[in-house]
């Protein structure tokens, strides 16, 4: 009797979670009916102290979804860039994470946020943005260490010298937060409350299991920022060319000539003749390695990095090592068009037991 019951509560939940399941669906596609450019979503993510427990630390992270190729293109902002404030009559240069700390001790989290997308605007132009969601790292890191049983990933310190492993603690986290929740539609529900967004829950609810299941290739973006006596100033030319090719949808399946991708090797895992192995397995593929040696630092992962403002060919690159993280910056003093550095993580790879074989 209990047995039947329980079957029977089972099969109701079932069809219910189906019909909501189905009602989302009705709603996503209406959704994008009625937007004109359906190859691509924006989302912008704020992530704020709210009570000095995370060293008054703020994250901004622009995200594309490119819809056609399944990529996920994620830009973070560098909040330590100072813009003009006005203060009475003086006008004084102030970090945009400085003034936004400041709005919220003076008035509250919902005018902090306001200025800040004001003065985000300033920084990187009037970008298109469909969504915004916003949250404080204390909320959201209770929920993930409750959900990973360790340490809080947000207290690991971004403000490393090495642009890299600042590049590999943001992608790490991004990782933990696309997988932090189990497969359950109420438990992603349940999180909404944290968030201060304009994505209706049902929405939400779509997007978070389109990520998990479709599973897209992530890309990050370096924010072009100019030092100056001190201070960090936004490369206002070079955002505006990486903005462009992060915003631009090209056909990754067009055919390229890689044998004008110039490449260097770094050795980043300890692991004796590892970028040398690699060079030879790359140019027998068709690319042109310009050079390979060891690395002035160790890395967890592996890191491919493209260096002229696009990631086709780092994509490529990526396939077939089938391995690493994907980083584009723009930076014309450097030759060569990519730089592999392989970190600790491909030591245990599959392709790295391959060439282990035919070295021998």
Not at 292 to 318: M, R
């Amino acid at each position: 009797m209990f047995s039947k019951i329980k079957k029977l509560k089972n099969i109701s939940i079932c069809v219910f979670i189906f019909f909501i399941f189905i009602f989302c669906i009705f709603k996503y596609v209406k959704i994008i009916k009625n937007k004109k450019n359906i190859n691509k979503i924006v989302f912008s993510v704020l992530l704020y102290d709210l009570d000095g427990t995370f060293l008054n630390r703020l994250e901004m992270y622009i995200i594309l979804y490119d819809k056609k190729n399944n990529i996920l293109k994620i830009l973070p902002i560098n909040t330590d860039v100072v813009i003009d404030k006005i203060e009475g009559t003086l006008v004084k240069q102030k970090s945009i994470r400085d003034i936004f700390n400041t709005d919220l001790i003076d008035s509250n989290s919902n005018v902090a946020i306001y200025n800040f997308y004001i003065n985000l605007y300033k920084v990187i132009g009037n970008i298109k943005i469909d969504f915004f969601i916003n949250s404080n790292f204390k909320a959201l890191s209770e929920v993930i260490y409750k959900k990973n049983n360790k340490k809080s990933i947000f207290k690991n310190n971004f403000y490393c010298i090495d642009d890299n492993t600042n590049f590999l603690i943001r992608s790490d986290i991004i990782d933990t937060i696309l997988n932090f929740i189990s497969l359950k539609i109420f438990n992603v529900y349940k999180i909404y409350h944290l968030f201060n967004t304009n994505i209706k829950k049902y929405f939400f609810i779509l997007i978070y299991y389109k990520m998990k299941f479709f599973k897209p290739n992530i890309v990050f973006y370096d924010f072009p920022v100019k030092h100056n006596k001190g201070q960090i100033k936004p490369n206002i030319k070079n955002i505006k060319k990486i903005l462009n090719s992060m915003y631009s949808i090209i056909d990754i399946n067009e055919n390229i000539n890689i044998r004008n991708v110039t490449i260097d090797i770094k050795n980043a895992s300890c692991k004796y003749n590892i970028a040398k192995n690699i060079a030879f397995f790359l140019r027998t593929s068709g690319f042109d390695v310009l050079d390979w040696g060891n690395s002035n630092v160790i890395y967890d992962k592996t890191l491919i990095k493209n260096h002229n403002g696009e990631f086709k060919n780092a994509l490529k690159i990526f396939k077939i090592l089938g391995i690493g993280k994907i980083f584009v910056s723009y930076d014309i003093n450097i030759y060569q068009n990519i730089t592999i550095f392989i970190g600790k993580d491909f030591i245990k790879h599959k392709i790295n037991n391959i060439l282990l074989n035919k070295s021998v």
